[in-house]
């Protein structure tokens, strides 16, 4: 069946640094990507999201880039703010049937100053 | 914006118990999910509804069944709780044609 993979966690960085979260997926077609971000004590919202092969979603300084070729979806940051400590959830919907999200297991991110 | 509100933030039960999770939208929204989520599993869908009354089940029903009678309330029922279902429960809710989901902060629950 459709499947994200994520690495592991924690990532640790101190501020400033470069963020890189690694997410592949398998899917059947062709499907929207997503990443997800949890706050410490929040539900999940929407971070950005990518609907087709080499498009790019950004959002606050984050970037992931849909590549079909190797089907992933990694989510960089060039400088990351101790106020990005969060968990990262990478995800996938497909684009028949009833359209439910996919997700992988979350990967957290430790920033110090 | 979007507001999806769960009753309860902590909720502590023991084993055998019937269990009640609410979660209320305020955007009309015609579909709404249960999720749980665990540590190095991620978010499993438990169950889905896309109108007043209807119901799918999700990738973990067991255990588990809902309600919706009305659009703005969706209910998930542990009709007897057990110890693996201690875990955090999180609804979403989704409008139709629109691929955002807005979640709400969820509800840990330890079954003891």
């Not at chain 1, 080499?54 to 990351?80: C, I, P, Q």
Request: hydrophobic share 30%; proline share 3%.
């Amino acid at each position: 069946g459709d499947s994200v993979t994520q690495m592991e966690g924690p990532v640790t960085l101190s501020e400033e640094a470069f963020l890189t979260i690694n997410c592949t997926y398998t899917a059947t077609g062709y499907p929207s990507l997503f990443w997800y971000v949890q706050y410490p004590g929040e539900g999940l919202q929407l971070l950005l999201k990518a609907t087709k092969a080499d498009d790019k979603g950004s959002n606050k300084g984050f970037e992931a880039t849909y590549r079909k070729e190797t089907t992933s979806f990694h989510l960089e940051k060039g400088s990351v703010q101790v106020s990005d400590s969060a968990v990262y959830f990478c995800a996938l919907k497909m684009n028949t049937g009833f359209q439910k999200l996919v997700f992988g297991t979350g990967t957290r991110l430790l920033v110090s100053p | 914006d979007v507001k999806v509100t769960q009753s309860s933030r902590y909720l502590v039960k023991r084993t055998g118990e019937k269990v009640f999770l609410e979660c209320v939208q305020d955007m009309d929204h015609e579909n709404m999910f249960w999720y749980r989520q665990d540590p190095g599993l991620g978010l499993r869908l438990i169950y889905f509804s896309y109108d007043v009354k209807m119901k799918e089940k999700g990738d973990i029903p067991e255990g588990y069944s809902v309600s919706r009678e009305k659009k703005e309330r969706f209910s998930l029922i542990l009709e007897s709780a057990s110890t693996n279902q201690t875990s955090m429960y999180l609804c979403a809710t989704k409008d139709r044609g629109n691929e955002k989901l807005f979640f709400g902060s969820g509800t840990q629950l330890s079954v003891l």
